[in-house]
Structure formats: structure tokens, C-alpha cells
């Protein structure tokens, strides 16, 4: 198994500022996972994150909106940019282990955009 | 259009009921897993079924595989509190998750 935290676990923040989640995981890891989630509903990918190579986007998310970063295989972190209230959700980083066919999540990040 | 689709979307029942929690789709699948999000914590692993027909029971939840490999049940015999959380069928498909709609249970003391 793998053990996934996240930074911050909730934020409040006002329209047109920056925030910037980090995900560290106990264990190295080729791909990390982004993930979006309204409360209570199931979770849409935003993108994946490779160790030494750009993120690759899901259809919807563009880079400019949340760049991604991937220094080392056990750190990532998603920056959702110029933030509006639609932004206001759950982001949670997820790492898969092909082993076992599954993957692990970190608690999420609850963000509230005013 | 889903991939997967869960019903019922939502459900709000008394401790002590039963209940299924459905996850259908069109396409066919190698494997599909159920995941529980308890309120404030990313999901977790709760069983993987790999074979048509197949039936895995985990104390009161009793998972079953359509013998298509198209679709699954969640049942859950007498509920308690402690199995409020978001429901979510997934499969893994090339080299992504899909996850199901969802299906958010109240279980009321």
C-alpha cells in the first residue's frame, strides 16, 4: 500500500489568486494522478503526472489553468491558477500500484474560491 | 454519456436496513473494483471482482460481477452509521481509472 498526504487540506481563497497543492508519498512512484471532485460525487481526472516529463492533460484542463509539477517519484504538486468559484471543489492526488490493480488517494484538499 | 453508471445516485436509509447500490455500464470489463469515500478522506479499495458471476462477501457487504462482466452489484445487509460514504464502482481501462457515477448512503442511527 501506499500512504499519500496532501497540503493544504482546506483553503479559503478569494477570485483571481493562485493555490498551490502538494502531494508526498511514502513510497517512489513512476505515475501520480490529479483528480477533481464535487461533494458527494464521483471524481473527475485532470491529469497525470510523470516523473521527468510534462503532465499529460485530460479533455477540459489545459496546463495554463493547473500546471503540474513532478521534481521526484515521490512528490507532485497542482497549481490551480487565476481561480474563479467554479474552481471550488475537492482535489485529490491518487498514486496506482499495477501490482495490486488499485490505486490510493491522499485526503484531498478542499478548496473554497469567494 | 458515463462509462459507468451508478444507482441509485443517492439513498438515506434506517440502521438496521439492507440495501443494493447498482453499477452498470455497456462495456465489458477484465475486472471492476468498489471504492467507499468516508467524508473527508479520498477512496478506498473495498473489493476487486475479476470473474463473471463471481460473488465476494466482506463481512456485510456482498459484491457480485454480472456474468457479462458488464455490470456489479453492492449489497449491504443491515446497514449501520459507521457505512455512510460515497459509493463508487471503477475498472481500469487501457492505462486509466474510470470511476462510476456514484452513490452517496446515509445511514441514519
Known amino acids: 500500500s501506499a500512504v499519500i498526504s496532501q497540503k493544504p487540506s482546506r483553503d479559503i481563497c478569494q477570485r483571481g489568486t493562485s493555490l498551490t497543492i502538494q502531494c508526498q508519498v511514502d513510497?517512489?512512484?513512476?505515475?501520480m494522478f490529479w483528480y477533481r471532485q464535487q461533494p458527494g460525487q464521483s471524481l473527475t481526472l485532470i491529469a497525470t503526472a510523470n516523473q521527468g516529463s510534462e503532465a499529460t492533460y485530460e479533455s477540459g484542463f489545459v496546463i495554463d489553468k493547473f500546471p503540474i509539477s513532478r521534481p521526484n517519484l515521490t512528490f507532485s504538486t497542482l497549481t490551480v491558477s487565476n481561480m474563479s468559484p467554479e474552481d471550488s471543489s475537492i482535489y485529490l492526488c491518487?498514486?496506482?500500484?499495477?501490482?495490486?490493480?488499485?490505486?490510493?488517494f491522499g485526503p484531498g484538499t478542499r478548496l473554497l474560491v469567494l | 454519456t458515463q462509462l459507468l453508471e451508478q444507482s441509485p445516485q443517492f439513498l438515506s436509509i434506517q440502521e438496521g436496513e439492507n440495501l443494493t447500490v447498482y453499477c452498470n455500464s455497456s462495456?465489458?470489463?477484465?475486472?471492476l473494483q468498489w471504492y467507499r469515500q468516508e467524508p473527508g478522506e479520498g477512496p478506498v479499495l473495498l473489493v476487486t471482482?475479476?470473474?463473471?458471476?463471481e460473488v465476494k462477501k466482506l463481512k456485510r457487504l456482498t459484491f457480485q460481477f454480472g456474468d457479462a462482466r458488464k455490470d456489479s452489484s453492492l449489497h449491504i445487509t443491515a446497514a449501520q452509521p459507521g457505512d455512510t460514504g460515497l459509493y463508487l464502482c471503477a475498472v481500469l481501462t487501457g492505462n486509466q481509472f474510470y470511476f462510476g457515477t456514484g452513490t452517496s448512503l446515509t445511514v441514519i442511527p
Open positions: 491518487s498514486v496506482e500500484s499495477r501490482l495490486a490493480e488499485t490505486q490510493y
Open positions: 513510497s517512489q512512484v513512476t505515475m
Open positions: 462495456s465489458v470489463f477484465s475486472s
Open positions: 471482482v475479476v470473474t463473471g458471476g
